[in-house]
């Protein structure tokens, strides 16, 4: 079994900025998958940022350049900084790790991006 933890969200102000964290915990092994998806109301559940251990991360085309994933293996743990944010960046946050074909998720954390 896998825990996630996620800790960061809130209410931004349009421009500005926010650091999410997922801790994880419990069966961890091997090599495997980290990252962050988010869900607008009425929308899908979209992929925002990937990272694998030691692999360049990846990005949906909307948050390049703004959003920057990291990791700390020793942590077990994922971080997304996210700037320049704007109302169109307000959604649940879910922490993700892919792991023997597997997702796990977070229980999500609400980012709102409002003046």
């Known amino acids: 079994q896998v825990e996630l933890v996620e800790s960061g969200g809130g209410l931004v102000q349009p421009g500005g900025s926010l650091r999410l964290s997922c801790a994880a915990s419990?069966?961890?092994?091997?090599?495997?998958?980290m990252g962050w998806y988010r869900q607008a109301p009425g929308n899908q559940r979209e992929s925002v940022a990937l990272?694998?251990?030691?692999?360049?991360?990846t990005y949906a085309d909307s948050v390049k350049g703004r959003f920057f994933i990291s990791r700390d293996n020793a942590k077990n743990t994922v971080y997304l900084e996210m700037n320049s944010l704007s109302p169109g960046d307000t959604a649940v946050y879910y922490c993700?790790?892919?792991?023997?074909?597997?997702?796990?998720w977070g229980q999500g954390t609400q980012v709102t991006v409002s003046s």
């Open positions: 419990g069966s961890l092994y091997g090599v495997y998958v």
């Open positions: 990272i694998r251990s030691f692999d360049t991360p």
């Open positions: 993700v790790l892919i792991q023997g074909g597997r997702n796990y």
